[in-house]
């Protein structure tokens, strides 16, 4: 019997094989470290992408070493493996925007092939692996000025067959929080509104990574494609999930110096003073409060803050 080859952006997995190279970005001169790996069972596809923001360190280095470790012997279907999609953010250090645009790549999907770079960088995720995907992980990690919590975020406004089968993946990742969310340009939101399950991970915080994170991380990927039938071995349980309905986040109104007074994991009451923004003097510019009970899944840490930034996300 024939089996097709796997194909992403020129790169082709035959049968049983595994082949690591670089996505072209669409109309640019920009490309995607990527890993296909084509195993010797057939099963789902799997895309799993670390690095949409550039200073996320923990989701990338998991990326690295899973592109590294998984072997087509050991896996039913195919697994791509992104690492990192923003080069360019990665390498300027960058939290969420992209140096070239300006724009946050999580916000722009599904992407325009003649969009700024962040569109065409989705455009080119959507059409060369999203178009082939039974499943999809985005891998993110607290930002250089974020710190949090670990959660899972899943599709809640897609179809229930798609929101049951991301809510049973987010609960097996090994975290305590999994959260909904109603987003439809962000990674994970826009292909659930193709009809495609998937989950957004967060592990780690302010732009650093450790190799106890990575190994958190590796844990709760290997579980989920076990879950999925794509990897050897029996899917486990870590513990105890508290699930989320959603995030509410806090955005900043003014420019100046942030001074949070909660930290991730915080129990806080609708209405409760979360943080102000003062000017260069020192003087008060605003107030911020809880706009609902509930658990402070991340907070921004950097004194500086630009009106528009966000503060805060309670779940």
């Not at 024939?2 to 035959?14: D, H, S």
């Not at 929080?177 to 994970?188: C, E, I, L, P, Q």
């Not at 579980?223 to 995030?247: A, I, S």
Request: glycine content about 14%; some cysteine; charged content about 20%.
């Amino acid at each position: 019997m024939m089996v097709e080859p796997f194909k992403a952006g020129g790169l082709v997995a035959e049968h049983n094989s595994k082949v690591r190279g670089f996505i072209p970005v669409a109309n640019t001169d920009l490309a995607m470290p990527a890993t296909l790996i084509h195993g010797v069972r057939p099963g789902k596809t799997v895309v799993i992408t670390g690095g949409t923001h550039g200073g996320e360190y923990p989701g990338v280095e998991c990326a690295i070493r899973l592109a590294q470790r998984l072997q087509p012997e050991k896996i039913s279907g195919c697994v791509a493996i992104v690492h990192p999609v923003n080069t360019t953010a990665f390498q300027a250090r960058m939290q969420y925007y992209g140096p070239l645009d300006g724009k946050n790549l999580n916000r722009v999907f599904p992407g325009k092939a003649l969009g700024t770079v962040s569109e065409r960088i989705a455009y080119t995720i959507s059409t060369e692996l999203f178009a082939q995907a039974d499943f999809y992980m985005d891998l993110h990690g607290g930002d250089i000025h974020e710190e949090l919590v670990p959660f899972a975020l899943y599709p809640s406004a897609a179809h229930e067959d798609v929101v049951k089968v991301s809510r049973e993946a987010a609960e097996r990742v090994g975290v305590s929080y999994v959260v909904g969310s109603a987003s439809t340009t962000g990674t994970f939101g826009s292909l659930a509104a193709r009809g495609v399950p998937g989950i957004l991970i967060e592990i780690g915080q302010c732009g650093r990574w450790s190799e106890e994170e990575v190994a958190q991380y590796i844990r709760g990927v290997d579980n989920v494609l076990r879950r999925l039938g794509v990897l050897d071995g029996t899917c486990q349980r870590f513990g105890p999930v508290t699930f989320l309905e959603k995030m509410n986040g806090v955005s900043a109104g003014q420019s100046g110096c942030w001074y949070s007074h909660v930290k991730p994991g915080d129990l806080v009451s609708g209405g409760q003073k979360i943080g102000e923004i003062r000017d260069y003097f020192g003087e008060l510019l605003g107030e911020y409060f809880a706009p609902v009970a509930g658990t402070v899944l991340y907070a921004i840490t950097s004194l500086a803050i630009s009106a528009g930034d966000p503060l805060a996300a309670i779940g």
